[in-house]
């Protein structure tokens, strides 16, 4: 595999501890068993989960962390009990590699909410290894995480669909945002935000964007078909959305305040969380007692959604918005997405520029 010593089958790059700088990595994947699929990463998206968990901003952070649970690539080995995948096909994981198939949440499909759930990264592995992500050179995954990705659409523009893409549409469907000419507020235009805004015109619904940031307007209104763009730090214009929007669905992935949000909610409307800032956020129980309106939440999508989730974006010609960047600009894209300062998701460009990226580190 791609610079990697006798040693090691896999290079990717790891943050050692929360300053979350990222390094090259050397480690090894298991063999390809009976019922895994192999496959060669193409490409990676940035979550912004990467970037609070890389600097343990949650708590929790396991060192080293090789991040990434946004993966796209092209199967190059199959286990003998494979039935689903073949050589040669365009696959994707997300955010699970395993769970315990067993358990309530399992039996349902929703495998997300399994509490022995195996994360791509950050995870103990069933054999007590760490689990490593997508930013490297291949991976090894059983065959019932792994999904099938839509061949007509740009691969590049799939991979971020695993992660920002099922988290917004699992909660969407599941609490019924997918209503056409209903009212749906997308809070946060980022990787998941912008997600939503696409979801929610395939779903025929009136999409507004409220967002902090003035220069993402003329994109969310052009570039994504939302109907209106609502800048929140106008506290007029905020006012004027008052009792107008049926469901909110909220990105951000900062602390900020939910009274606002909740004023624009219509009397029995609901405002979903996605976004997980770290800190505890706060809201007035009149807020929402006096209107019967619901604050919920949701984390990312079953498999067997998730597979539903790309074959829609497949049908309806649905990709990310995405800044294509090679290996070695990792961490500068790190510092700019703490600054906000990306439309609307970075991807790592892994397959061409891993090799690059390792070697130019060792001669620096
Ligand atoms: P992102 O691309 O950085 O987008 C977050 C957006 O939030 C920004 O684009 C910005 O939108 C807004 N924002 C940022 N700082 C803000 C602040 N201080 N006040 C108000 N708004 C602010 O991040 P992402 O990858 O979409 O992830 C968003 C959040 O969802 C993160 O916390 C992430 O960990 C979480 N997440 C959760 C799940 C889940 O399963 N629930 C899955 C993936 C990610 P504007 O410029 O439009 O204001
Ligand atoms: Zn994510
Ligand atoms: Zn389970």
Same mark, same amino acid.
């Given at each position: 595999m791609t610079g990697t010593s006798a040693k090691h089958n896999c290079v990717g790059f790891a943050a050692h =501890?929360?300053?979350?700088?990222?390094? @090259?990595? *050397?480690?090894?994947?298991? /063999?390809?068993?009976?019922?895994?699929?192999?496959?060669?990463? *193409?490409?990676?998206g940035i979550c912004h989960s990467d970037l609070h968990q890389i600097k343990n901003e949650w708590k929790g952070s396991k060192y080293p962390m090789v991040p990434g649970h946004e993966l796209v690539g092209i199967v190059d080995k199959v286990g003998s009990k494979v039935t689903n995948f073949k050589v040669g096909q365009k696959v994707g994981v997300g955010c699970i590699v395993n769970s315990c198939r067993k358990c309530e949440s399992c039996q349902k499909d929703e495998e997300n909410y399994c509490e022995s759930m195996i994360?791509?990264? $950050?995870? !103990? =592995?069933? =054999?007590?290894? @760490?689990?490593?992500?997508?930013?490297?050179?291949?991976?090894?995954? $059983? *065959?019932?995480?792994?999904?099938?990705? /839509?061949? $007509?659409? =740009?691969? #590049? #523009? &799939? #991979?971020?669909?695993?992660?920002?893409?099922? !988290? &917004?549409?699992? @909660?969407?469907?599941?609490?019924?945002?997918?209503?056409p000419g209903k009212t749906f507020g997308v809070v946060g235009l980022g990787g998941l935000g912008h997600m939503a805004v696409q979801f929610g015109k395939a779903f025929g619904m009136h999409v507004i964007v409220f967002s902090t940031s003035p220069n993402k307007k003329e994109e969310a209104l052009k570039g994504l078909g939302a109907d209106e763009f609502v800048v929140t730090k106008d506290e007029e214009a905020m006012k004027a959305y008052k009792n107008k929007v049926d469901y909110i669905l909220d990105t951000v992935s900062a602390k900020h305040p939910l009274a606002p949000y909740l004023n624009v909610l219509k009397p029995d409307g609901k405002l979903i969380l996605v976004g997980m800032p770290p800190e505890a956020m706060e809201f007035a129980p009149a807020g929402i007692v006096l209107s019967r309106k619901l604050i919920g939440g949701s984390m990312i999508g079953g498999i067997k959604e998730t597979q539903e989730m790309l074959d829609f974006c497949g049908k309806h010609d649905i990709t990310c918005k995405i800044e294509k960047i090679p290996m070695d600009y990792v961490n500068t894209a790190m510092d700019r997405l703490v600054k906000n300062d990306v439309?609307?998701?970075?991807?790592?460009?892994? #397959?061409? &520029?891993? *090799?690059?990226?390792v070697q130019s580190s060792k001669e620096e």
């Open positions: =501890d929360s300053k979350g700088h990222l390094v @090259p990595f *050397e480690f090894s994947r298991r /063999p390809v068993g009976d019922d895994d699929v192999s496959f060669k990463i *193409e490409f990676c994360g791509t990264y $950050n995870g !103990t =592995d069933k =054999d007590g290894s @760490p689990t490593y992500g997508g930013y490297s050179s291949y991976v090894v995954v $059983n *065959e019932k995480y792994v999904l099938h990705v /839509p061949d $007509n659409l =740009d691969f #590049a #523009a &799939t #991979a971020p669909l695993l992660c920002a893409g099922i !988290t &917004t549409y699992s @909660p969407m469907r599941y609490y019924g945002m997918d209503k439309k609307y998701r970075f991807v790592l460009d892994v #397959a061409k &520029t891993m *090799e690059k990226a």
